[in-house]
């Protein structure tokens, strides 16, 4: 059997799933493997099954040797992977994408729910166990019907984002670098950042995308808007925010992920107007299952079936696969 190296702990059924096509040799324990320990695992296999906090890059590529034909990235996100040093390897890479979106939209508007009508913070006051009563006065959020919301990035996830808060009565606006076959109205960044009530980030992390969200562009948003961040930490410029949220630049943040994860900037703790989550953007039971068959379908078309996956990020390397 094609032995493969598994960097994480899965949810049943897909580790008894990936035994039977596989030798599988998996990373022990809950925290992921360090840098040697990957370098080590992965030597001499034939696929390797990981997740976002792996850095597959070159020297990574060379340790795993010329037996690695498939590496499956157990996220749709793949800033992790350097796919052109894989495809100039032969190696494919493959990631999950479609069977996260719903769930990842789904947790966005958790998170722009729960901001604007202060669920947490309100959680957080009834535990420190002080007096209080109704009035019609307290703790005062405010609803999305009427509101504008800001796409920024409209790929999956992005669409069904805009699709849930439509739902909710929000008008829809985005940007993106390329204009797109939807109903909604694209404009500029500067003029979404200017515009919108909520801006949520939807856009994959790339060196153009870094920092997209620094002082200027939080400068740039209303002081009554909330930013809102489910795709990768490094979007936003963690520093900014804090100072932007201190200053009343902008109302209140709701984050998913993080610039130095599992990091959270301290400043960010400090703040009410904050809502934190540690990256659920695809955590239902549902979900990571999909995803775990979308690795091991990928792992098993290169490695049983001889045909490059559904899901390859760069076809050409099956072409160029050895
Ligand atoms: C998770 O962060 C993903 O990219 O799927």
């Known amino acids: 059997m094609p032995s493969v190296y598994v960097s994480c702990r899965l949810p049943e059924p897909i580790p008894a799933e990936l035994a039977r096509s596989f030798d599988v040799t998996a990373h022990p324990g809950d925290l992921p493997p360090t840098r040697e320990e990957l370098l080590a695992g992965s030597a001499g296999r034939d696929g390797l099954l990981v997740t976002p906090l792996e850095r597959i890059d070159a020297e990574l590529l060379d340790a795993a040797g010329p037996r690695l034909r498939v590496v499956a990235n157990h996220a749709v996100g793949?800033?992790?992977?350097?796919?052109?040093?894989?495809?100039?390897?032969g190696v494919v890479v493959a990631n999950t994408p479609g069977v996260l979106t719903r769930a990842t939209a789904e947790l966005t508007l958790t998170l722009v729910l729960?901001?604007?009508?202060?669920?947490t913070e309100g959680d957080r006051f009834l535990r420190r166990r002080g007096p209080w009563i109704w009035s019609p006065v307290f703790m005062l959020g405010s609803g999305l019907d009427g509101k504008t919301l800001g796409i920024v990035g409209l790929g999956r996830i992005g669409r069904a984002v805009a699709q849930l808060g439509e739902a909710f009565g929000m008008r829809?606006?985005?940007?993106?670098?390329?204009?797109?076959q939807a109903?909604?109205?694209r404009l500029e960044l500067a003029e979404l950042l200017a515009r919108a009530d909520v801006v949520s980030l939807h856009c994959p992390l790339t060196p153009e995308t870094r920092h997209l969200v620094d002082a200027q562009a939080l400068?740039?948003?209303?002081p009554s808007a909330v930013l809102v961040n489910t795709t990768r930490g490094p979007v936003v410029d963690e520093a900014a925010l804090v100072d932007a949220l201190r200053a009343g630049t902008i109302a209140g943040a709701a984050l998913d992920v993080y610039e130095r994860e599992p990091e959270v900037h301290p400043g960010l703790l400090e703040l009410e107007q904050v809502v934190l989550s540690p990256h659920l953007g695809s955590a239902t039971v549902e979900t990571r299952v999909a995803?775990?068959?979308l690795c091991v379908e990928a792992l098993e078309a290169v490695?049983?079936?001889?045909?490059?996956?559904a899901n390859a990020?760069?076809?050409?390397?099956?072409r160029a696969a050895p």
């Open 78 to 89: 793949y800033d992790n992977v350097d796919v052109a040093a894989a495809t100039a390897r």
């Open 291 to 293: 995803m775990g068959r």
């Open 172 to 180: 829809v606006v985005y940007a993106s670098p390329r204009p797109q």
């Open 219 to 222: 400068a740039a948003m209303r």
């Open 303 to 309: 490695l049983l079936d001889g045909r490059c996956p």
């Open 114 to 119: 729960d901001l604007l009508r202060r669920v």
């Open 183 to 185: 109903p909604w109205k």
């Open 313 to 318: 990020l760069d076809p050409a390397a099956w």
